[in-house]
């Protein structure tokens, strides 16, 4: 399965622990509008979890077209 660990923010793409740094510092309800790399979806940023799974990005919404979409979210 895919993990997009890249998105955009404001036509510039950034990495995973830099959205993560972002988000932390933003208000609630005033999060980064941050963008799938492949679809230009809206994606958000998820930490490390404690099943070994690896910090990630996953759409907001499913997106069966997108290639960084979880296909068991389809």
Known sequence: MP???RCIL???EISIDE???LRDK???NHYPNFR???CGRAV???RKGTT???AHFEHRERNSHCLQ???ARH
């Open 10 to 12: 404001d036509e510039h």
């Open 26 to 28: 933003a208000k609630r």
């Open 69 to 71: 979409s979880d296909p």
């Open 36 to 38: 799938c790399c492949k």
């Open 44 to 46: 958000r940023p998820h």
């Open 3 to 5: 993990k997009a660990t």
């Open 52 to 54: 070994r799974q690896a």
């Open 19 to 21: 959205a993560l740094r």
